[in-house]
């Protein structure tokens, strides 16, 4: 016989969770007295926001879920931009809300909030347990949706009574990931529309990459001479001084990517939506039927021809599709090679920052600065522009042992 709460941390082990991020509070406590007896590192916050946010980050650093307990009501209410963004990024989290007891449930007991209808809109999938023996149930489910196709995040809701209730229960299993893979036709497909091209670009963006992932669409782009852009927040998915990189597709893009992406006569999208920040409100590409020819490459058949009816659509994550075409090589040089070593030269002369401009701040010479200083302390800086991501850098620069170089407004704030 376990209580509900010490089913709850035997599920998070059973799943391999070695951190979890909370603010603690009364409605829980009964997980955070089975968090005592494990091994589980807890990661106090002083805010659910910031506690929401460190989860996201941490589904973004290792692609697997982010752990977060907030207690109801407010706290709930506290931690919901961080469920918002991990949904919108496509993050694997789960948040755990402690509830009030059951028996007060439809009172308007204190702090009560129905968190399946608030958190609905905004989460992958939503949920209370009710019953403590389905626990090992609900999370190998919750893992399940948290990391399958299109990730995001989960919220399950946590009455008092129902954590502190014994129960007989099965141990829990971790849950098994599901892989989505090209098949040949579509690769060989692909392969004849490459080959076709005259302008084609590659755009990458949303997870599921990983290291061995990015080093594979990398070698396509060698193989291919393929220029490569990379969607809002997706920066670290391609080498900025490769040959082939055009830069980054998003907020204030470079005008001269921005025409070639809409002269192409072939668009790969591999792993994003292209969302509004990154076409630069649906500009880019037209919806529903874009001028170019759009090969979509997605882990969630929901998102293909969601807002962009595609030429061919592929259900493959970034990574399988990645490592199934890294091998394929074309039989001429590519037509299009000397547009690519331009588009790369555009992006070297954008990207390089002005000496001088308006107002105090002179961020040219601040960049100046820190290329000039290199060694460790640049190998282990995060920076971020706004405070929507201090957090975020904050909990990366724990992680690494680096420095967090954040600007807000008009504030230069740097915490290690």
Known sequence: MKTGGQLIVDALEANGVNRVFCVPGESYLAVLDALHDSKIETVVCRQEGGAAMMADCHGRLTGKPGICFVTRGPGA????????????????????????????REREAFQEVDYRAFFGPIAKWATEIEDAARIPEILTRAFSVATSGRPGPVVIALPEDMLTSLVDAPAALPSAPVETRPGEAELAQFETLLAKAKRPIAILGGTRWGEQAVADMQEIARNWSLPVGVEFRRQMLFDHLDENYAGDVGIGINPKLGDYIKGSDLVLLVGGRFGEMPSSDYTLLKSPYPDQQLVHIHPDTSELGRVYRPTLAINASPAAFAQAFSSRKPKTAPA???????????????????QTGPGAVQMGWIATILLGIGGSLLAGLVTTRGQADFNRAGCLASIIGGIALIFVGRLLGIGG
């Open 336 to 354: 299009w090679a000397e547009q690519t070593k331009q588009l790369h030269a555009d992006y070297l002369k954008w990207s390089t920052p002005p």
């Open 77 to 104: 209410t506290n931690a919901s931009p961080g469920i918002h963004i991990a949904r919108q990024d496509s993050i694997p989290m789960i948040l755990f809300i402690g509830q009030i007891a059951q028996k007060a």
